[in-house]
């Protein structure tokens, strides 16, 4: 994740898609151009210079928090390790929000939503009921 975060970002204004894919009320963090936001029991992160996004388990965010973390410690920028220890905590921040919202990753949410979700079919042609 660190060379993913400090690969040559700018700080620009956010871009609206980033806006769109949060919705309103959710709190967006920012780290240069990404932007990541937890919904629906997941992080969803926004990359504003390729438009790339993912969905991640928030799991993986707190690996990655304590990444950027250890990461910070090394730095000798001051400036650098204050950017990376508000990411990492952000990063950890966004998680919890994440798993509060429960799981998707559970499998008891997997099951409920599996139970829950129609079944549809499509009929073609002769296959219509008559």
């Known amino acids: 994740m660190g060379a993913v975060l400090l690969s040559g970002l700018a700080a620009t204004a956010p871009q609206p898609q980033a806006v769109l894919l949060g919705g309103q009320g959710r709190k967006m963090y920012k ?6 936001f937890a919904k629906n029991g997941a992080v969803y992160m926004f990359d504003n210079r390729n438009g790339h996004s993912e969905k991640i388990d928030p799991e993986e965010i707190e690996r990655r928090a304590e990444s950027q973390g250890e990461a910070s410690k090394r730095m000798t920028d001051p ?3 204050s950017e990376l220890e508000k990411l990492a905590n952000d990063l950890r921040e966004c998680a919890a929000r994440a798993r509060d919202q429960g799981s998707l990753w559970d499998e ?4 409920h939503v599996e139970m829950h979700t129609p079944s549809t079919r499509v009929f073609h042609g002769a296959d219509l009921p008559k």
Request: hydrophobic content about 45%.
């Open 79 to 81: 400036q650098v390790r």
């Open 108 to 111: 008891r949410v997997q099951a």
């Open 31 to 36: 780290f240069r151009q990404i932007e990541f």
